[in-house]
DNA sequence: ACAGGATGTCTAGCGTTGCTATGATGGGGT
DNA sequence: ACCCCATCATAGCAACGCTAGACATCCTGT
């Protein structure tokens, strides 16, 4: 009873994974909109409703591929911020990885921030990877900063504004070094 | 052979307002993902094909609806630019009049900055209305200010960032006041 | 004034979407 | 060895964007 339902069990979580790096690289390849359920079924060679003994619809599997991103930009940041010499230049190290992954993983960050999601930001059951990638915000600014919660939010959603508007085309794409520099210059200026 | 086809094209385009507005006051009351094309063949009072003869399908309506909204936007930064007493306020103006904008006119604001468009921004072929929006924010600094375009860019962008991840839940929307305190001074502190 | 043609609109339907009820199948427990 | 339950696939539902073809309506030319 034990050794052969942990066996299953383990089947089961291997599958859970195969079903969201499958959305992942199915997103990455040809955009969200040619996600669909039947496709991802026949990708993970399996039938539809077995997505759904995993998962409670699409959305959750967008979620679960928004969390995996979660949890490689945390790192990303991490590692950045880490690498820089001097807290000055920590800021924007941490930025310069923020829009790199937002340019190289465009679909993942539009499952992360774009898409309707269910995730909870901000607040008590927001998930720790999440979170984390607040926090190295947050970290580039002075621990005897009162305000560096608000620095750590404005500079992501300049970040954001600058990642979505560019992958849209509603700014052009080529000048995100220029912008980068001059937030960066400009909220360090009284960091 | 005139007057007759003169009424029947003022009847066409009013028709053609008319499905403009069902759209967007259908967004406006249920979210975009309400906004279907049988729902609003049925709000106009016409079949579906109706709206095909219109518009080359349903995301040409989406892009009319944000066209509106861009025209709106525009005159409301224009108005609160005017009214700012004095230049170094004309900034704080419009980032202000521009997050009430996306705040008060949630669906019209996706339609305009979020939805997958075709709308050409930063081109040739740039809608005016379009450019007159970006023109607000670029008339907020000096002009003998050689990146001042930059400066609207990231000013912008930064707003975006707010009003969306503010919109969608993930960062929390009651400290915008704050924020836009905050990204005016610093970026009018060298503008 | 009347037939003919063009214009405009609706009914009906196609292929696809997310999601689910039902039935078969095969391995595990006693 | 047999039953039984969990697991999975087949098949189908409602709703989606979009379109072909039938129908009606009104203008035009004689």
Redesign the interface.
Known sequence: MSAISERRERERAHRHQLIITAARELAEAEGWEAVTTRRLAERVEYSQPVLYSHFDGKDAIVAAVALDGFVELAASLHRARQAAPEPAQALRAVCRAYLEFATERPALYQAM??L??DL???SAETPPPLRACFDEFVACFSPDNE?RE??A??T???????A??AD?????PG?QE??LD??VT??A??G
């Open positions: 921030f774009v309707p999601t909870k930001f901000a305000r608000l620095f939010e404005v992501w959603s300049a970040l954001h504004g600058m979505v508007l849209s085309g509603r700014i052009p000048l220029e912008r001059f937030i400009q909220i200026g009284t």
